[in-house]
């Protein structure tokens, strides 16, 4: 199984954010991170706060890992704020991809692929999504909505990829 990357922006540091109340922000993110904790199929989770924020302390998340037997890793760095502002929130993700890239002990070299879900959004159905998903295949959601919308873009709300072509394409 994969691990999954909860990506985490605690203190806003783009433009177009609706939500910037860091205390709500926070208070969503470890609402959806003790979700994940209660999955089943995730057994790995690492989560990534690119505004600094560290999770280590939070006592409910720490101890619910432990009582469920996941494996978590808490990151955090200051992302680039004038390049987060100038190419938008998804250079601020993949900053954050790259910092687990470059940091996490748990994507180690036998991961073969990860699962990426942006920190403040639940998938409810998430243990029969992962029961379809095939670890070394890419899966990708088009952006489909509106006609006028170019179909070669992807939502990267979540996500699955391999590490390889994450670090060929991205």
Known sequence: MSVL???????????LTVLLNPEIRLEQYVDSILFYLESPKIKKIIVCDNSGFDYSSIKSIVEL???????????????????????????????????????????????????????????????RILEHLEPNVNYFNAVNLNPFVNLRKVDTRFYQCTKQNFKYFF
């Open 5 to 15: 990357i909860i990506t985490s922006t605690v203190n806003v540091n783009s433009c």
């Open 65 to 127: 890992a432990i009582r469920n037997n996941k494996q978590i890793e808490f990151l955090n760095f200051k992302g680039s704020i004038n390049k987060i502002q100038e190419f938008g929130k998804g250079f601020g993700e993949g900053e954050i991809i790259s910092f687990v890239f470059n940091n996490s002990k748990l994507l180690l070299l036998k991961e073969v692929s990860f699962l990426k879900v942006t920190g403040r959004l639940k998938i409810l159905n998430i243990d």
